[in-house]
């Protein structure tokens, strides 16, 4: 059968929520008993995000074939619970240099390459093989950016020839945009909306679908005003209003009938509310939305000035307070403040440090990794936060004063972390870390066989630096036990402190592994350390 194709694009501003809505509609045809997955482009000339500053423009997400990639390819993993490769996120720079090396190896026969034909067909190219590989009913595809950004125009072009050569009964629109209530009218607006639709109906292109957000749901009179200026149903105009959890979202698209809607222009007959699934979801989302049994968590980070720096963490720890019925509030801490203030760390249950790079806020990081192991307040430490943790048990317990990452002192005399061998000859910054899925093997009787009940796990990496191994026989004698390695026994993967309550730390990304209803084991056991 072949492959159907919804393209979401966004107007009037980004943040609007545009990977939800993919997301949303993707969970809803996935529930339909559909096989469906999702892509995400980005305009912007990177070639990946994983040069990007977090607080600008939200976490690195990574695949498990070492993608770096927009923070939305987590958003369609956790809502369909299944891994994506790298491919499905398509940006510029792929795209130019693509079409570049094929002009250098003359395989255009001497023609004049240009962004029509030439860079439109890659990108058409790249979205059908991702359909055809993976053998999709359904493609969900996220146009990055708004309608009107210059940068946007090749890939919004090659969207609207998708249209025409595969036919309306193939390929569907959905806008996202935004109706605004404001305090002093008390009406929603809809011009915003106008607007919006009349530049992407200038680039040729005719949304079938309107995804409104709005604080309170869209009044009928809202959607039949948007429905007059831009030429869409009113039926076909969905109200996106603010609810509790994200993963709300496909109920409350369901409930107005964008399952029928979808299935109706893709005369798919007979299709229609199949799925036996929807128990099973909604159980899931319930679950998040426990309200008592609250755990505070304290997350000491360098980024905290964005919490979609974090998303995935912040994802991960609310899986495992839902797993064991709990609520989870997370405070973000700037650890550049905390280096006097460590006492204030006291009034949390649990003490969570993530990744990052660089020497701003170390010290705050090393003084927190130190004050929860004497305080015997349970630590979860990922990658950064990991190595930190072994700086803290350096300096403090080990006694070497200088105790440090060659990340953050290339001249220190104790370098209990160093750079991977590996990485000594590298000068390009860019995708060249140690990156996505690798293979660990877990020492049996430690806490880490007990968290993760196995003697072998998978999981994605992103780090420069690694444990200097020639310090292992004195962190072990002094009580911190390296619980698991990989690449034979080259590369240290986890750290506990058996005498503690829950001392964790793990090179790893954990958060990438996170699945609502199904929270990723060091999460759960970080979690169930600090509501005991």
């Known amino acids: 059968m072949q492959t159907k194709f919804i393209f979401v694009t966004g107007g009037v501003m980004s943040g609007l929520g545009k990977g939800v809505v993919t997301s949303s509609i993707a969970k809803l045809l996935q529930l339909s008993n559909q096989r469906v997955s999702c892509v995400k482009i980005d305009p912007y000339l990177n070639y990946d995000a994983g040069t990007m500053n977090p607080v600008a423009h939200g976490e690195v997400y990574v695949t498990d074939d070492g993608g770096e990639c927009d923070m939305d390819i987590g958003n369609y993993e956790r809502f369909l619970n299944q891994n994506l490769k790298k491919t499905h996120n398509i940006t510029t720079a792929q795209i130019y240099s693509s079409v570049i090396e094929a002009e250098r190896r003359g395989e255009y026969l001497g023609a004049c390459v240009q962004i029509i034909p030439h860079i439109t067909d890659e990108i058409k ?15 969900v595809v996220e146009c990055g950016g708004t309608v009107g950004d210059i940068e946007s125009l090749p890939f919004l072009e090659a969207l609207r020839q998708m249209r025409l050569e595969e036919g309306p009964q193939s390929v569907l629109f959905v806008h996202v945009t935004l109706a605004p209530s404001l305090d002093v009218v008390g009406e929603q607006k809809t011009k915003p909306t106008q607007h919006s639709v009349q530049e992407l109906r200038r680039i040729g292109i005719q949304p079938d679908f309107m995804a409104v957000r709005c604080t309170e749901p869209l009044l009928e009179s809202t959607k039949k005003k948007i429905s007059m200026f831009t030429n869409v149903t009113a039926s076909d105009v969905f109200s996106c209003h603010d609810v509790p959890s994200i993963f709300s979202v496909p109920q409350i698209l369901y409930e107005q009938g964008i399952v029928d809607k979808i299935f109706t222009k893709f005369a798919k007959v007979g299709m ?66 905390i280096n006097g203030n460590v006492d204030t760390l006291s009034k949390y249950n649990g003490i969570l440090v993530p990744g990052g790079f660089g020497s701003r806020g170390v010290e705050g990081i090393i003084k927190t ?7 015997n307040i349970p630590y979860l430490g990922i990658c950064f936060g990991f190595q930190l943790a072994a700086v803290a048990f350096g300096r403090y317990v080990l006694n070497y004063s200088d105790a440090n990452s060659t990340e953050l002192d290339p001249n220190t005399t104790h370098p209990v972390v160093d750079l991977l061998p590996e990485q000594k000859t590298l000068s390009n910054l860019g995708g060249t870390l140690r990156l ?27 780090h420069r630096y690694e444990i200097n191994t020639k310090y292992l026989h004195e962190f072990e004698k002094n009580g911190l036990v390296f619980s698991a390695e990989s690449d034979n026994s080259k590369r240290m993967e986890m750290l506990e402190i058996p005498s503690h309550k829950f001392y964790f730390g793990v090179q790893f990304h954990p958060e990438f592994n996170s699945r609502p209803g199904f929270p990723e084991e060091s999460f759960e056991a970080f979690i169930r350390a600090s509501a005991s």
């Open 125 to 139: 190219k790249r979205i059908h093989k991702i359909a055809e590989d993976e053998k999709l009913d359904f493609l």
């Open 272 to 337: 229609i509310n199949s799925a036996a699934n929807w128990d099973k979801w909604n159980g899931i989302v319930q679950s998040m939305q426990h309200k008592d049994g609250e755990i505070k968590i304290a997350m000491v980070g360098k980024y905290v000035t964005l919490a979609d720096s974090y998303v995935s963490v912040n994802h991960a720890l609310k899986h495992a307070g839902a797993k064991i019925g709990k609520s989870v509030s997370i405070d973000w801490i700037d650890s550049e403040g």
């Open 369 to 375: 990794a130190n004050y929860a192991r004497e305080k």
């Open 436 to 462: 996505g899925a690798h293979n660990i093997t877990i020492k049996p009787n430690t806490i880490a066989s007990k968290t993760y009940n196995a003697d072998h796990v998978s999981r994605r990496h992103r």
